[in-house]
C-alpha cells in the first residue's frame, strides 16, 4: 500500500459495498443472486458478499470477513467467486476493490464472438482502455483464477466469456463505474450491429487518443507493460 495510506471503516465500507449491489440490481446488471463484490478491509482481509443472497435486498451486516486465505472471519458463507477475488488482489496489490456482474449486453457479446477489445467509441479509451475477453472456464472453479491470471494483471475492466463481467479498482465506486461503462459500451456496439456494419476507429485516431489520454494523467497498464 502507499505510504500514509488509511484503510476505512469497516463500518463504511460495509455500506458502499451494499451501495453498489443495490446499483447493479437496479440497473439490471445482475439478476437476484448473480453477482459479487470484494474490498479490502486491509491487506490481508476482505470483505465480501455473501453466496446465495439477493444483491437488492442485500444488508450491510450480510457481509462476510475472509482473511487473505479465503478463511471465514466473521459472518456466513462467502460468495462461490472468492477464489477469483484472491487471486486478483494477490497479483494485484494496487486493487482494493472487485466487482464482478453478468452485464447481459456484454455477456451477449462474448457469445455472439463480438470482440469488445476493438475500440469503437473514443471515450472507452478513457473509461476503461479496452475490453479483452477471457476465454471460458467453468464458474466458481480454480480453472477461473488461472484464466484471469494474465489479463488481471494488465487490465482493470474485462470479460469472462459466456459468464460476466470483472472491473478492479482502488474504491468500490470506481469498480462499479468501469461496470457500468462496460455494459454501456456493449449496448451500444450491439444497437449498432444491428442496422449495420461497424468500422472500429483508424488505428491512427485510437493512437491520438491515447496520447490525450495520456497527457490527461490516465495510465493503462496494457499500455505500460506492454
Ligand atoms: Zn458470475
Given at each position: 500500500m502507499p505510504p500514509g495510506f488509511q484503510y476505512e471503516s469497516e463500518y463504511v465500507l460495509r455500506s458502499r459495498v451494499v451501495g453498489v449491489c443495490k446499483r447493479m440490481y437496479a440497473h439490471g446488471l445482475i439478476a437476484s443472486t448473480d453477482g459479487n463484490v470484494s474490498v479490502r478491509l486491509t491487506e490481508r482481509r476482505l470483505l465480501v458478499t455473501p453466496s446465495g443472497v439477493h444483491k437488492g435486498l442485500l444488508e450491510p451486516s450480510d457481509l462476510v470477513v475472509v482473511d487473505g486465505m479465503g478463511r471465514p472471519q466473521r459472518g456466513g458463507r462467502a460468495s462461490s467467486e472468492l477464489q477469483m477475488h484472491l487471486h486478483i488482489y494477490e497479483i494485484r496489490p494496487d486493487v482494493r476493490a472487485i466487482v464482478h456482474a453478468h452485464p447481459p449486453f456484454a455477456v451477449a457479446c462474448t457469445l455472439a464472438k463480438l470482440a469488445l477489445d476493438v475500440t469503437y467509441l473514443p471515450e472507452v479509451v478513457f473509461a476503461l482502455g479496452t475490453i479483452?475477453?477471457?476465454?471460458?472456464?467453468?464458474?466458481?472453479?480454480?480453472?477461473?483464477?488461472?484464466?484471469?491470471?494474465?489479463v488481471a494483471q494488465q487490465h482493470d475492466a474485462f470479460m469472462l466469456e459466456r459468464h460476466g463481467s470483472v472491473t478492479l479498482a482502488s474504491d468500490v465506486e470506481t469498480a462499479y463505474n468501469r461496470l457500468e461503462a462496460l455494459e454501456h459500451t456493449?449496448?451500444?456496439?450491439?444497437?449498432?450491429?444491428?442496422?449495420?456494419?461497424?468500422?472500429?476507429?483508424?488505428?491512427?485516431?485510437?493512437?491520438?487518443?491515447?496520447?490525450?489520454?495520456?497527457?490527461?494523467?490516465?495510465?493503462?497498464?496494457?499500455?505500460?507493460?506492454?
Open positions: 479483452p475477453t477471457v476465454p471460458y472456464s467453468t464458474p466458481t472453479t480454480k480453472d477461473v483464477s488461472n484464466a484471469v491470471d494474465r456493449a449496448k451500444i456496439v450491439h444497437a449498432a450491429r444491428q442496422v449495420g456494419l461497424i468500422e472500429p476507429l483508424p488505428a491512427c485516431e485510437v493512437k491520438r487518443l491515447y496520447q490525450v489520454a495520456a497527457a490527461a494523467g490516465i495510465r493503462w497498464r496494457f499500455l505500460e507493460n506492454s
